[in-house]
């Protein structure tokens, strides 16, 4: 029995590895994606009080007047949370134990990449920081005017 599993696991074993399906990729990302935009930044506001729990600094601005708002997020070193991901949640929701179903998604949290702001987000509403991989509401925003 243990030399038929000796012969028969490793031509078992290439045999799915030869049958295994490529891994998708994509030669470009879709419009919007990883887009760069340069140019001189308008200051709409900067905040490091918004948040609670974490010392996060908050910096909005824009490229061109009327254009997008761009959040940049610049936290501490020992912030560390798995999978952080920026929802905007509308209205004045600050007491919030799970992700709201009309929270919108901004993008993952990087202290360094700034994200723009979708044209939904308009009025007052708070930003809710959620790990993805704890499945829990981490932080959650001041109400902020956009």
């Known amino acids: 029995m243990i030399i038929a599993l000796a012969i028969l696991l490793p031509v078992a074993y290439a045999f ?7 891994v998708p990729a994509m030669s470009s990302l879709p419009a919007g994606i990883g887009t760069t935009v340069s140019g001189v930044e308008i200051p709409v506001g900067m905040r490091g009080d918004l948040f609670s729990k974490w010392p996060i600094m908050v910096r909005s601005f824009r490229y061109r007047e009327g254009g997008p708002i761009f959040v940049e997020f610049h936290a501490a070193e020992n912030f560390v949370k798995p999978d952080l991901l920026v929802y905007w949640v509308g209205g004045g929701a600050t007491n919030v134990a799970k992700l709201p179903d009309n929270a919108i998604l901004v993008g993952a ?3 360094d990449a700034p994200l723009p702001l979708p044209s939904s987000v308009t009025g007052n509403g708070v930003f809710v920081l959620y790990s993805l991989a704890n499945n829990e509401v981490v932080d959650i925003s001041k109400p902020l005017p956009f």
């Open 16 to 22: 799915g590895l030869m049958a295994r399906k490529p």
């Open 109 to 111: 949290f990087h202290s």
